[in-house]
C-alpha cells in the first residue's frame, strides 16, 4: 500500500461516520435555535471542534456559545458571584426550555449541571461514561471578544473561540488535509499514557503541521500552545513528544494501516468498534516507544468491546 493510499485507510478509521456528525449538529442547532429565540440573548455561536470541523471519532458532545445582552443582565462581567449567577441562570432555561420532565419546545435534557465555564446537558443518561452532551456556556460581547464565567475564580475571563475557528479554517484552504490531519493527531494523542488535552494538540498542530511542504518545520517554538497550557504543562514531556508527531503519522501511515478494519454498530452514543494495528516500534521525542494491544472488558450496557493500542516507553 502507497503512503497515500494508507493515509487514506487511516483517514477513515479516524473520521466520525458522516451520519453521526450530521446527528451532532442537528442536537447542537436544536439549542442554537432555541437560545437564538430567547429575548435576552444577541447570538449564539457554535464552537468546539465540530464547529472547526477537528472533530474525531467518536462524538461525544458539542459545543455552543449563548451571547447574552449586557443591558439584560447589567449584574454580568464583574468579580463576585456573578460568573456562578450567570451559569445557574443559563442552566434554568435548559432544564424551562428543553427539560425532560418540564421543557416547553421540547423533553430532550436529562440532566443540565453548570462546571467552571459551561452548563453541561445530558441527552442520555448521565450514569453511562460515553453519554452524549451539548455544553452551552454563556458569554458577553465587548470589544469584539466574548468573556464568559469561570465560577471556581468567582471571575469572567476573555476568550476567543471565533479567532482559533478562523485560524483553522485558513490553514485548511492552504492544505486541504490540515484538518483532517488534526483529527489522526487527536486519535493518537488519546492513545498515550500521557495525557494530552485534545485542544492542546490541536494548538500544537497549527504550529507544527506542514501546509505547504512535505515536512514540518524543526521549530521548538509553540508559543499559541504556551498560551493556553498551565505552567505545569509546559514543563511536562508533551511539548517535545509533539515535535515528532508528523514523523509518527508517516511511520503510522507507511507500516500498519493496510492491517485496519472498521465495522459500526447502531449506537446513539456515536461509539464505533475497531481493530487497529500500529507499528511495533516507534521513536518519539527521542524515545523508543513499544505497542501492545488489549481488549477492553465489556462495560455494563455496553454491547460490543472496544481495541485499543497502548504505548510503553523502553
Not at 181 to 187: A, C, D, S
Not at 210 to 227: E, K, V
Request: proline share 7%; charged share 25%; with cysteine.
Amino acid at each position: 500500500m502507497s503512503v497515500t493510499n494508507a493515509f487514506k485507510t487511516f483517514q477513515d478509521i479516524v473520521n466520525a461516520v458522516i451520519t453521526y456528525v450530521r446527528e451532532a449538529r442537528a442536537r447542537r442547532d436544536l439549542f442554537k435555535g432555541v437560545f437564538g429565540a430567547e429575548d435576552d440573548v444577541k447570538e449564539v455561536v457554535a464552537s468546539g471542534s465540530l464547529a472547526r470541523g477537528t472533530h474525531k471519532d467518536p462524538i461525544h458532545d458539542v459545543d455552543l456559545i449563548v451571547v447574552y445582552d449586557q443591558d439584560e443582565h447589567p449584574e454580568w462581567g464583574t468579580p463576585g458571584s456573578s460568573a456562578a449567577d450567570a451559569l445557574d441562570y443559563t442552566r434554568e432555561r435548559v432544564n424551562a426550555l428543553l427539560g425532560a420532565t418540564n421543557g416547553t419546545y421540547e423533553k430532550t435534557v436529562r440532566l443540565a449541571r453548570w462546571r467552571n465555564h459551561a452548563v453541561k446537558c445530558f441527552l442520555d443518561d448521565p450514569d453511562d461514561p460515553d453519554a452524549f452532551t451539548v455544553d452551552a456556556m454563556p458569554a458577553l460581547r465587548r470589544d469584539g471578544k466574548l468573556l464568559i464565567p469561570e465560577a471556581l475564580a468567582e471571575d469572567w475571563v476573555p476568550c476567543d473561540p471565533e479567532f482559533l475557528i478562523a485560524e483553522v479554517a485558513d490553514r485548511h484552504a492552504e492544505w486541504n488535509k490540515f484538518a483532517g490531519t488534526v483529527r489522526m493527531l487527536k486519535w493518537w494523542a488519546a492513545e498515550q499514557d500521557t495525557k494530552i488535552k485534545s485542544f492542546v494538540m490541536e494548538v500544537l498542530a497549527l504550529d507544527f503541521l506542514p501546509t505547504r511542504s512535505i515536512s514540518p518545520p524543526r521549530s521548538s517554538n509553540s508559543s499559541s500552545a504556551l498560551a493556553i497550557t498551565s505552567r505545569a504543562e509546559t514543563k511536562s514531556p508533551i511539548l517535545p513528544i509533539c515535535a515528532d508527531l508528523f514523523n509518527l503519522i508517516q511511520t503510522m501511515a507507511s507500516s500498519s494501516i493496510a492491517c485496519a478494519t472498521r465495522e459500526t454498530t447502531p449506537s446513539r452514543h456515536f461509539r464505533l468498534r475497531r481493530t487497529t494495528t500500529l507499528p511495533p516500534r516507534v521513536s518519539i521525542g527521542g524515545r523508543s516507544l513499544a505497542t501492545t494491544s488489549r481488549r477492553l472488558p465489556p462495560r455494563p450496557g455496553v454491547p460490543h468491546l472496544r481495541s485499543r493500542r497502548r504505548c510503553r516507553v523502553r
